[in-house]
């Protein structure tokens, strides 16, 4: 079965680091792109970026250039989502999802989800 | 960055209607890489189209896409109550993507 793992849900205060991850198994992980998703509570989906782990080659969307860090570990089959400090408005709910290539870059596995409180 | 905007923000139905959603993007969204998702509360989303027409798999043939370049749409022919939920567009370009903001399909 194909599946992507996330790690589970994080409370941290602000100005903290945070590296989220995401465990994908039951395909070659090297071959697909993976992306990260977030959703703020109550809101819509938001494109964070992608990587594509056999190459660790990363893309950011300009909303989130330089505000998180996206890489993976192949030998592990792992994708990372990281924070170096983390504010208040970084709550929310994280994705990640494969995306394929021959469905057109559609997400077709998505990740259960990690929830990311940020809070003093 | 590719602007996706979704019509209407919230669509009140009753089961055994036919449902219209509509995705419009600000610029042409290349080779058709426009995909809708379905999302349920506690739930991550779901793909249900890509490639603008084309189901996902295990997707139930009352669900279809339509559309090029700017304008898309999304039909649900036959509501079913397991239908009641948030549906989003979502386009890939230049290793970029970007989500409309979502149709909310609730019972009316």
């Known amino acids: 079965e194909v599946q992507l793992v996330q790690s589970g849900a994080e409370v941290k205060k602000p100005g903290e680091s945070l590296k989220i991850s995401c465990k994908g198994s039951?395909?070659?992980?090297?071959?697909?792109?993976i992306g990260w998703v977030r959703q703020m509570p109550g809101k819509g989906l938001e494109w964070m970026g992608i990587?594509?782990?056999?190459?660790?080659?990363?893309r950011y969307s300009p909303s989130f250039q330089g505000q998180v860090t996206i890489s993976a570990d192949k030998s592990i089959s792992t994708a990372y989502l990281q924070w170096s400090s983390l504010k208040a408005s970084d709550t929310a709910m994280y994705y990640c999802?494969?995306?394929?290539?021959?469905?057109?870059?559609?997400?077709?596995?998505w990740g259960q989800g990690t929830t990311v409180t940020v809070s003093s | 960055e590719i602007v996706l905007t979704q019509s209407p923000g919230t669509l009140s139905l009753s089961p055994g209607e036919r449902a219209t959603l509509s995705c419009r993007a600000s610029q042409s969204v290349s080779s058709s890489y426009l995909a809708w998702y379905q999302q349920k509360p506690g739930q991550a989303p779901r793909l249900l189209i890509y490639?603008?027409?084309s189901r996902a798999t295990a997707i139930p043939d009352r669900f279809s896409g339509s559309g090029s370049g700017t304008d898309f749409t999304l039909t649900i022919s036959r509501l079913e109550p397991e239908d009641f939920a948030v549906y989003y567009c979502?386009?890939?370009?230049?290793?970029?993507?970007?989500f409309g903001q979502g149709t909310k399909v609730e019972i009316k």
């Open positions: 990587i594509y782990p056999g190459d660790s080659d990363t």
């Open positions: 039951g395909y070659s992980f090297t071959s697909h792109w």
């Open positions: 979502q386009q890939y370009g230049s290793g970029l993507g970007t």
């Open positions: 490639g603008a027409s």
């Open positions: 999802a494969r995306l394929v290539f021959i469905l057109k870059w559609g997400m077709d596995v």
